[in-house]
């Protein structure tokens, strides 16, 4: 199973970007699609998931900013980033989580300039 992650950059405060990331392989029944992101110094936070049902749930930080979204038929998921600020700036990972294990993507950097 791989997850490829794209989409990072930098960009300015205020701006947006589309993070994708493609799930190939073997990965069996999904219960969970997420991102998280990791900032310098700071430990690996949760930003945003999306659950079998396709419930969403978002960190207080970018709640109303960033939405999550998926494309069963592509195997993609996505985080369509809105309004970025500079405290955005990390490397951010999607995982898929299964009843028995979480994979993980590689990383994607964004950095977002004040």
């Known amino acids: 199973v791989q997850l490829q992650a794209s989409g990072g950059g930098l960009v300015q405060t205020g701006g947006s970007l589309r993070l994708s990331c493609v799930a190939s392989?073997?990965?069996?029944?999904?219960?969970?699609m997420s991102w998280y992101r990791q900032a310098p110094g700071k430990q690996r936070e949760l930003v945003a998931r999306?659950?079998?049902?396709?419930?969403?749930n978002y960190s207080d930080s970018v709640k109303g900013r960033f939405t999550i979204s998926r494309d069963n038929a592509k195997n993609t998921m996505y985080l369509q980033m809105n309004s970025l600020k500079p405290e955005d700036t990390a490397v951010y990972y999607c995982?898929?989580?299964?009843?028995?294990?979480?994979?993980w993507g590689q990383g994607t950097q964004v950095t977002v300039s004040s």
């Open positions: 999306i659950v079998g049902g396709g419930t969403t």
């Open positions: 995982t898929v989580s299964t009843s028995l294990t979480n994979y």
């Open positions: 392989g073997s990965i069996g029944s999904i219960t969970a």
